[in-house]
């Protein structure tokens, strides 16, 4: 007899390769088997006996393993355990991350500040257009050489940073540089993924075109002495209203290192990619170098200028600080980009790699790995003034030490290794470390390192200890109240799709006793999250969180299905 669903069974909700690790974790079960059907009914056509029970830290639940990666024939099914219930049905395909891929991409597009989505390409979510951005004023925090405060400049366009309205350069840095970097290492596939926006057909990839929407509103954030503002916003958090109805004045704030070199480092990196397609953008990869050595040359002529909200005034500004003080690992970044896009060594003398490098996991304050990664990238076009070897071990040992955390996993995944890993935006971990892992299986050919960089897509999309796939619009069980302005405040129930929420995080920053407050949801580190717009600490959406997903997607698709 059929089972009711439930999200007792962890598993990816869209699915599995022919050919790939297949897992579902599930939990407090009493039986000792399991089988797989058809989603759809029939004769079961899989059936094992689960792992032995085990305690996940994370989350402290007690789950057993349901391994059936021999299962290869694609099709729908359901996995079915007596007594526990049946999973959501999930596919087995060779394409089955294709839309996640394009979907998580596609979102960049929602994300679009000053024009319009119009109904051919944002369907039920065609919006007018919010923030023209055309008037913003430079603060007075801004103004201490190059432009006067007050004067008025234009810096349209680019993409919203999160679920509020404000832009970013900081946390641009990141975001653009990660798609950048898949853009790099997958021409053939980028080129092929089409997400349906103005731009399409083209002849540039979508991937590339709406990168650039986002490194063409950067360049207009640098002033004239080089310097880039940390962010264009609002002085407050605007309300739960959709964008175009959001029209507060908007200003420049605070030039600083950390933006300037995260701009120098994106826009020497696009300028080398945007030389690929020189009909398409004449003198736009020359625009984007200089605009990359003069952000340079203000950085070293002011190493050291944080971005310090609290002493802004007149008026005093609330959003989001992306403040990092440590800008070593921006100049590495900064510098090595600059090197590979110019080949001048200058920028190594400068900013020398290290002769024993470690890599860690990147994210908005820590950009170094990004340098690595673009050196990595470039591994058989750098002559010996890099010692390429000493690069690939120091990614083998992270992605080994990936490797080891998922051999000590309950639920058979990397992500969780550490719980300091289920920090705010746990998911973009999840994210980044599969990068690493791809990278490490491009190094490579192991697939040991694929597989694992797959069980932390499993996790976003299901095998975790929230049953969500994490991803709006994929999946059956799948956020629906995410923290994000448009999402609240179009009057549809669907989110907008192919945003990745936060994820766990219990340092419960949204909780209170307030009406706009959460009541108090933490739980364990891997179980503290809630489907709630409250949550802006674990269900907001941000560009730099949907970075690594939509490389991580990309990349397996394309190295599975090519
Ligand atoms: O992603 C940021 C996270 O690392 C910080 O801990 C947090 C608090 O400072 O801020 C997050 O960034 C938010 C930004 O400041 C404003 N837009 C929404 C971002 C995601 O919540």
């Known amino acids: 007899a059929a089972q009711a669903q439930t999200d007792a069974i962890r598993l990816n909700q869209i699915g599995f390769y022919p050919d790939g ?33 085990e305690t996940w830290g994370p989350s402290g639940e007690t789950v057993r393993l349901a391994e059936f990666s021999d299962l290869a024939a694609p099709g729908e099914y359901v996995v079915e355990v007596d007594g526990v219930g049946t999973s959501y049905p999930f596919a087995v395909s060779g394409h089955v991350h294709q839309e996640v891929a394009r979907g998580a991409l596609k979102a960049y597009y929602y994300m679009r500040a000053s024009e319009p989505l119009e109904a051919a390409y944002a369907g039920r979510w065609a919006r007018p257009a919010g923030h023209p951005d055309d008037r913003v004023l430079v603060h007075n925090s801004a103004a201490t050489a190059g432009r006067p405060a007050g004067t008025v400049i234009s810096a349209p366009g680019g993409w919203y940073d999160a679920g509020d309205y404000n832009k970013y350069v900081v946390n641009s840095g990141i975001s653009v540089g990660t798609l950048l970097l898949l853009m790099e ?102 625009s984007l170098r200089t605009a990359a050595e003069a952000a340079w040359v203000w950085a070293r002529a002011n190493p ?52 024993r490098p470690s890599i860690g996991t990147p994210w908005w304050g820590g950009v170094r790995e990004m340098g690595y990664y673009s050196l ?17 071990d120091a990614l083998l040992r992270q992605a080994d030490a990936f490797l080891a955390d998922r051999e000590g996993s309950a639920y058979d995944v990397v992500m969780g290794g550490q719980t300091s890993q289920f920090n705010w935006g746990s998911n973009s971990n999840a994210g980044n470390q599969g990068v690493a892992l791809v990278l490490a299986y491009q190094l490579t050919g192991d697939r040991r390192y694929l597989d694992a960089a ?39 129930a669907d989110p907008v799709p192919g945003l ?35 949550s802006y600490a674990t269900n907001e959406i941000t560009i730099n969180w949907n970075a690594p997903l939509v490389y991580l997607a990309s990349a397996i698709e394309a190295e599975l299905s090519e």
Not at 461 to 470: Q, V
């Open 304 to 355: 050291t200028v944080a971005y310090n909200q609290g002493a802004l005034s007149d008026p005093a500004i609330s959003t989001g600080a992306y403040g990092d003080g440590t800008f070593s690992d921006e100049f590495d970044w900064a510098a090595w980009e600059l090197f590979l896009t110019t080949g001048d060594a200058a920028y190594l003398a400068a900013r020398p790699i290290p002769t």
């Open 454 to 492: 797959i069980s932390n897509l499993d996790y976003l999309l299901g095998r975790n200890a929230t049953g969500f796939s994490f991803l709006t619009g994929f999946g059956d069980k799948t956020p629906m109240h995410i923290h994000h302005r448009p999402s609240q405040a179009d009057g549809i």
């Open 500 to 534: 990745l929420a936060g994820g766990p995080h219990a340092g419960g920053q949204d909780v209170g006793p307030n009406s706009w407050q959460c009541d108090d949801y933490r739980t364990t580190p891997a179980a503290s999250y809630v489907d709630d717009w409250c």
């Open 185 to 286: 290492q997958y021409p053939a596939y980028a080129a092929a993924l089409d997400t349906g926006i103005p731009e399409s057909g083209d002849g540039v990839p979508d991937l590339l075109d709406e990168t650039l929407v986002n490194v063409r509103w950067m360049l207009a954030m640098q002033d004239e002495d080089g310097g880039v503002y940390h962010k264009l916003t609002t002085a407050n958090f605007e309300g739960e209203v959709m964008p175009h109805r959001a029209t507060a004045t908007r200003y420049v704030v605070q030039k600083g290192t950390a933006a300037t070199l995260d701009f120098a480092a994106t826009m020497a990196q696009a300028s080398r990619v945007v030389s690929g397609y020189d009909d398409a953008f004449p003198g736009l990869a020359d």
């Open 21 to 53: 690790p297949k897992t579902a974790v599930v939990v407090d079960a009493e039986a000792e088997t399991f089988t797989v059907r058809p989603a759809g009914g029939g004769e079961a056509v899989y059936s094992g006996a689960f792992g032995a029970a």
């Open 376 to 392: 990595l990238t470039h591994r058989e076009d750098i002559g010996d003034e890099v010692d390429v070897d000493a690069l690939r």
